[in-house]
């Protein structure tokens, strides 16, 4: 369930598969679960102008972002009947094709897991104060914008 | 009145410091920003929000004196 005190969100380098794995392992004791839904944010090899994305480098305004994580999920809890909720995202320099966004919701039905997974997701492009430099292949670079 | 200010992503490229202390006569944002848009003539091109003691505020906010960011685009997920 939800704690009071925010947790720290953020990890640093690529979220790695084992971690995901391992994330679901977890989760076979809690047998109340009937669905789980996970989102993968990966880097993206944009190519801009004819220069590949290589990397992002992440940076936030930390203590803040995990204010606002917390914000969420408290809301994602209140609106949806959630058995729990994981949320971490990558810090540093993460390549393209990993994983630098995590979100695993979980609920007795599938219904409520799409629904919450699109509504955290969404606020977590929204609201939380993360940055990042797209670095192209030759080191240049230029500021990734969310939509 | 002073005030702590952070930088964050691309607005560090402008001010080439993540922080710095700036003394603000007057009580609102808007002071505070004409004071960093004189200290640094590259800002105004920036687009960015500022929060306040980690709240975002506008212009027309009274400044109490707790921690200012300047938070350029969000770029999360």
Known sequence: MSDKKPKNVFR??????????????KHQTKTSIGAHNIFLGQVRADEIDGKT????????????????????????????????????????????????????????????????????????????????KEIFEDTSHQWKVNN | MHITVKYFGQ???????????????????SDLVGVLNSKYDQLEKKDFQIAQNQELVSLE?????????????????
Do not use: W
């Not at chain 1, 640093?12 to 392992?25: L, M, V």
């Open chain 1, 12 to 25: 640093e380098g690529a979220i790695s598969s084992d971690f995901i794995g391992n994330s679901i392992y």
């Open chain 1, 53 to 132: 994305v290589a990397a992002i480098e992440y940076t936030a305004y930390e203590d803040m972002a995990n204010q606002k994580f917390h914000d969420i999920r408290e809301a994602a809890f209140e609106k949806f009947e959630l058995t729990c909720m994981h949320i971490y995202h990558s810090l540093g320099t993460v390549k393209a094709g990993e994983i630098c966004l995590f979100v695993f919701v979980s609920s007795p039905r599938r219904k409520v897991v799409f629904e919450a997974l699109e509504y955290i997701v969404e606020a977590i492009k929204a609201d939380v104060p993360v940055f990042g």
């Open chain 2, 11 to 29: 607005i560090v490229e402008v001010t080439n410091t993540q922080e710095e202390t700036i003394e603000v006569v007057g009580s609102h944002i």
């Open chain 2, 61 to 77: 906010t009274e400044l109490i004196g707790l921690e200012i960011a300047l938070l350029p685009p969000f770029a999360g997920g």
